[in-house]
């Protein structure tokens, strides 16, 4: 239940603390004294958009804060504690709006997103106002409310219903994806398979170009290198037809170096230590002379290698100039290109697999469409009943209410219904969509019967707001309405801003809004009236004056009420 809202600097409301009890509470006054902006600040409370429009001119923010009472275990407490609110024995809510158009909200002294806010209005308030009956002007909107008032049931078949048509809708955008592609898909698998026809022709193998490209360098200078070896092997071991007095090389000469030198090392350290290195050097000498000797013999001068060298390198540069700069990059798009190839013709499998599914799909949402269909008809019929029921307490009794449900010719995202409620406001005639049969005042109380049906069948939201809704209705038709409200209120807090005093004499609490200037700043504030101020504010509603004759009406109206002038 709603305890009391605090405004600041919202609209012309400088500021004003209304306390709300239990029971109906009216809300009347003055067009333009503000009535609009209380409502306002209930919906900033309940997450609804904000404007720097609203703050308060010459104010650098509006502040609305709300305290509810709610019991530990309803949802709007529990989802409070888990955005990490404290809820002790109140709820508090707060919103800031400021002058740059920024918002904030806080939920139990902890502040969260604006869309909190709306997650527990749902469960705190239920904000009905004349923009409501337009909703009775759009088919989906009675679908909407049938589904509602069929609470558990309407639920668990429409969500049984929309998961499926989801998947079907899934299949099929997969199934036509794959079709529209499949020219694609057919290029793109002969490009890769003539690609992996053209590696797997070569038999490349790792690291093969490098290797190659050495090969065939050794084997295009074959002649140089052995003249250039077989000359420094002889400048090193000597010609092998050295006698005498030929020439045999480096190593005849270190061999000579080392003979002098072991003659005469043994009388000095120093010149010994020059021998053992000079015995090293003509070792190493020895072992290169040795080596370049093998190199001579194993140079091959083969042309015909040499020719199979270079066309086996051009065969892989024609595989490196398509896929990839190296042979082991030619290689890893092999493999890629493999397991891409299983992959697209994987896709036909799938496309038959995707259209047995999506036949399957479509069975199953069909037969479900027939379930939300039964369960839809079934919450027609009572709310049908429901809302007649009402409007009888509503000076409307010989109203017959029809919420038909037929089939909507194709399965869409709600299933396959239109709804529709019609209404026969007299005896004989035919029921008509009420968007087009209801008048003004019959529409306001048609709205009226609808969401006091649907209240009492969900029972969860524990206050109900209702803006001018019942605009366009008068005389008996208003006390009618006045007392349709009263009795919603023996079960929830209800409060109701009325410009009619046959609805505001049925309040338990009545307040009035009402403004003030003193040729410069203009104010709004909020009082509760009771005894002769009661009277005076039921009098101006109805005759516009505080005359005698005006008060005598309000308190006769009062008495034919049974209610009291110090409500």
Known sequence: MLQEIRIQDLGIIDESLIEFGPGLTVLTGETGAGKTMVVTSLGLLLGARSDSAMVREGADRAVVEGVFDVPADHPATVRAAEA???????????RTVSGEGRSRAHVGGRSAPVGVLGELGEHLVAVHGQADQWRLRRPDEHRELVDAFGAE??????????????????????LETLRTAARERAQELDLLRRGLERIEAAEPQDGEDAALRIEDERLAHAEELRQGSSEAQVLLAGSDDSYGDGDDGVIGALARARTALSQVSANDPALADLERRLTEVAHLVTDLASDLSGYVADVDLDPGRLAWVQQRRAELGELTRSYGDTV???????????????????????????????????????????????????????????IAEELSHLAMGSARVVVSVTPAGRLGSHGADEVEIGLAANVGSAPRSVSRVASGGELSRVMLAIEVATAEASGSVPTFVFDEVDSGVGGRAALDVGARLAALATSAQVIVVTHLAQVAAHADHHLVVSKSDDGQVTRSGVRRVIGQDRVAELARMMAGTGSEAALEHARDLLADLGRSIDA
């Open 84 to 94: 990490g609110g404290d809820v002790d024995e109140s709820l508090v809510l707060v």
């Open 153 to 174: 049931p309407v639920a668990a078949a429409r969500t049984a219903y929309e998961t499926a048509y989801a998947a079907h809708a899934r299949a099929v955008t997969a």
């Open 328 to 386: 082991d990059e030619v290689i890893a798009w092999g493999r890629d290109a493999s397991r891409r190839v299983l992959e697209l013709e994987g896709d036909d499998d799938r496309i038959v697999d995707l259209e047995r599914q999506v036949a399957a799909l479509d069975a199953e949402r069909s037969t479900l469409a027939g379930e939300l269909t039964e369960a839809r008809r079934a919450a027609a019929s009572r709310l049908g009943d429901r």
